[in-house]
């Protein structure tokens, strides 16, 4: 069965940072291009950031671009989200999947940016 689980969100101030973590088990890891997603208050549920299997290639969201970074662990089966500079309007439930979101989504974690 495949889970996903985040962790690593919270409450932090505006140019804050955190280090998100997602625990990934249930299918080959390395098989798989993985991505984070952003759902904000009422909005829909969007791609922040994906990496290839091997590490090697980035994407960001033109919105986080240069603040976010994403990396992988495949002996850990875990991918990271650093977020730096972080702005009010990064609050939002955070989520991983495999690129394509073809799994069930893990519970996500909150990050909250406020002052």
């Known amino acids: 069965q495949v889970q996903f689980v985040e962790s690593g969100g919270g409450l932090v101030e505006p140019g804050g940072s955190l280090r998100l973590t997602c625990a990934a088990s249930?299918?080959?890891?390395?098989?798989?291009?993985m991505s984070w997603y952003r759902q904000p208050p009422g909005k829909q549920r969007d791609v922040v950031a994906h990496?290839?299997?091997?590490?090697?290639?980035?994407y960001y969201a033109d919105s986080v671009k240069g603040r976010f970074t994403i990396s992988r662990d495949n002996v850990k089966n875990t991918v990271y989200l650093q977020l730096n500079s972080l702005k009010p309007d990064d609050t939002a439930v955070y989520y991983c999947n495999a690129y394509g979101a073809p799994f069930n989504w893990g519970q996500g974690t909150q990050v909250t940016v406020s002052s």
């Open positions: 990496v290839t299997r091997r590490d090697d290639i980035t």
């Open positions: 249930g299918f080959t890891f390395s098989d798989y291009g």
